[in-house]
């Protein structure tokens, strides 16, 4: 089969071109250079030339690797889980995989590369998540922050812990069995087996999925508020969690919020979610920024002088996902340019003149309060504008005003048109609601902090 992929990677990729209209650049550029390294056991390695296309494996991983499964099956018959790695990573594990042995990644495939407790930076910020993971993967037998739930918003070293926990145990517990998905792979998962279950007519499908999840010693579920709200998937996912809950068996979940402003999410596993540890991770202060550039540094054989890092650490706050995507800019900008050998600050300030305004503070507008606060409930943005008043629409509606209010300019007349509301008193009975049952409402208080915090405030 492997023989076959290749044969008809052309015919492959130019149907993902054609049937997701990809444009000429962005196919010449992503997915040309994409090379088929093997095909086993379902599983589609594919090779991303780091020096020709740069550090886009995570974007391509999000963008194309539904995609190509569909491109996959639909030229050779065969459903394959693709998975994306760099040419310098494999190149890496071969060596590591002399005389014969099986690299963790090839055995492993959740395993990300390189996420490990000895590569996560420890600091004051993040140190409470790093012990309690730490304390999971030593004692993986379910006795010990059952579940563990790690909150906050992108890029602050969610899925970092969590590879590090899988990793751990799997190296020092060989005898538990584990397993690390992501919400999204889960989702697609339960809908294949719905899809399977109706083409053959029976239920084979959806007991093979719960074959594959319930029975292991350990669920890693990252990014759990995209299930919330999706009927199948949540209530299959409800039952797995009671599973292994009840067995005894350790869980540990990622979400960009905590249990409970997951206002969707019925109280039974709120309270379940709770009943373990639920930690939340700040973003990094400068400090931790200049001790994740270093430890980047170290790890690959381009030197940047501490003024270029500091200039990266002071204007990058937002989280380490962007912070680590401005270093690789600068690398690649002098790759790209000729100029490698040695980068100045100001190379660096040119390079990342798009990616930081180190002036300008970050705009808050109503429009852009309503999208954070639309997806923060898991809601259409129209529906927050829309005239409905069900209670799932009212609140998150409220929170708008008051923020609208609290950091814009606006007056309460124009906040009202932002919202599509007649009446500008609808805007201070908001205002007004929210000041007050902040003071005595824990969890919207809570709310209204972790909604600042995806505002960059």
Not at 56 to 73: D, G, M, S
Not at 184 to 189: I, L, W
Not at 220 to 241: A, V
Request: include cysteine; glycine fraction near 4%; proline fraction near 3%.
């Amino acid at each position: 089969m492997e023989t076959e992929i290749k044969d008809k990677w052309i015919d492959i990729i130019h149907y993902l071109r054609d049937e997701y209209l990809i444009n000429g650049v962005l196919f010449r550029t992503w997915i040309e250079p994409l090379e088929v390294i093997s095909y086993q056991n379902n599983k589609l390695l594919i090779a991303i030339d780091e020096s020709k296309q740069g550090d886009i494996l995570e974007l391509i991983k999000k963008k194309y690797t539904i995609p190509l499964q569909v491109a996959v099956e639909v030229k050779t018959g065969e459903q394959a889980d693709i998975i994306f790695k760099y040419k310098s990573e494999l190149k890496n594990e071969r060596v590591s995989s002399y005389n014969n042995e099986v690299s963790l990644e090839e055995k492993y495939p959740f395993l990300k590369s390189g996420h490990s407790f000895d590569s996560f930076v420890v600091s004051s910020i993040n140190n409470f998540a790093h012990a309690a993971s730490l304390a999971v993967a030593e004692n993986p037998n379910g006795e010990v922050y059952n579940p563990l739930f790690l909150y906050s918003g992108p890029g602050l070293g969610k899925t970092h812990l969590m590879h590090s926990i899988a990793r751990y145990i799997i190296e020092n517990h060989p005898e538990y069995t584990v397993t690390y998905t992501t919400s999204e792979d889960f989702m697609n998962s339960v809908v294949e087996a719905i899809r399977t279950n109706k083409q053959k007519g029976d239920t084979a499908a959806t007991a093979n999925l719960r074959k594959k999840y319930r029975n292991i010693d350990v669920l890693l579920i990252d990014d759990i508020q995209f299930i919330i709200g999706k009927d199948s998937t949540q209530i299959e996912f409800f039952n797995t969690f009671e599973s292994l809950y009840q067995s005894g068996k350790q869980l540990v979940i990622s979400s960009d919020r905590p249990p409970s402003q997951m206002e969707e999410l019925d109280m039974r596993y709120r309270s379940r979610f709770n009943s373990g540890m639920t930690i939340d991770i700040q973003p990094p202060d400068y400090e931790t920024s200049m001790a994740i550039l270093r430890n980047k540094q170290e790890q690959g054989n381009v030197h940047l002088d501490d003024a270029i890092l500091s200039y990266i650490a002071t204007n990058i706050k937002s989280n380490i996902r962007d912070l680590e995507g401005a270093y690789n800019k600068i690398i690649l900008y002098a790759r790209f340019t000729g100029k490698n050998k040695k980068i100045t600050l100001e190379m660096a300030e040119h390079a990342l003149k798009d990616f930081i305004s180190p002036d300008e503070k970050v705009q808050i507008t109503a429009e852009y309060i309503i999208e954070i606060v639309a997806d923060h409930f898991n809601l259409d943005k129209d529906a927050i504008l829309s005239e409905k008043k069900t209670q799932n629409l009212t609140i998150p509606r409220q929170i708008c005003m008051y923020l609208c209010n609290e950091l814009t300019n606006l007056t309460q007349k124009e906040i009202a048109r932002k919202l599509k509301r007649k009446n500008h008193t609808t805007v201070i009975h908001a205002v007004n609601k929210i000041k007050s049952e902040i003071t005595v409402d824990k969890d919207l208080e809570q709310t209204i902090i972790i909604l600042k915090k995806k505002l960059n405030l």
